[in-house]
């Protein structure tokens, strides 16, 4: 049974930093590209960041460039999402989910397992 877990959401003020993490099972994870999306109320799901299977090439939005930075430990079959200088706008439900391939990538629909969110709520 794959699982993906996340966890390190919560409550910041802008301006703040959280790490997120994601742990998975079930997959063999040095198999597997690895996202992280967000989705706010009433809002479509949304790409984040993304980080190729052996982790030499990550990819972001366009909105988190330079204050996010998505990483993987294969040992411990975990990705992480560190989240610097965060913004209101950036509060949402955090999503992480994989897929089996070689190259990151930013579709939604490419990813066929995922966490069940946590959430990331940033105070003015």
């Known amino acids: 049974q794959v699982q993906l877990v996340e966890s390190g959401g919560g409550l910041v003020q802008a301006g703040g930093s959280l790490r997120l993490s994601c742990v998975i099972s079930?997959?063999?994870?040095?198999?597997?590209?690895m996202g992280w999306f967000r989705q706010a109320p009433g809002e479509e799901r949304d790409f984040v960041a993304a980080?190729?299977?052996?982790?030499?090439?990550?990819n972001y939005a366009d909105s988190v460039q330079g204050r996010f930075t998505i990483s993987r430990d294969n040992v411990k079959k975990t990705v992480y999402l560190q989240m610097n200088s965060l913004k209101p706008e950036d509060t949402a439900v955090y999503f992480c989910?994989?897929?089996?391939?070689?190259?990151?990538?930013?579709?939604?629909?490419?990813?066929?397992?995922w966490g069940q969110g946590t959430q990331v709520t940033v105070s003015s």
């Open positions: 989910a994989s897929a089996v391939g070689v190259s990151a990538r930013r579709k939604r629909l490419e990813y066929d397992y």
């Open positions: 980080i190729s299977r052996g982790g030499s090439t990550t």
């Open positions: 079930g997959r063999t994870f040095s198999n597997l590209v």
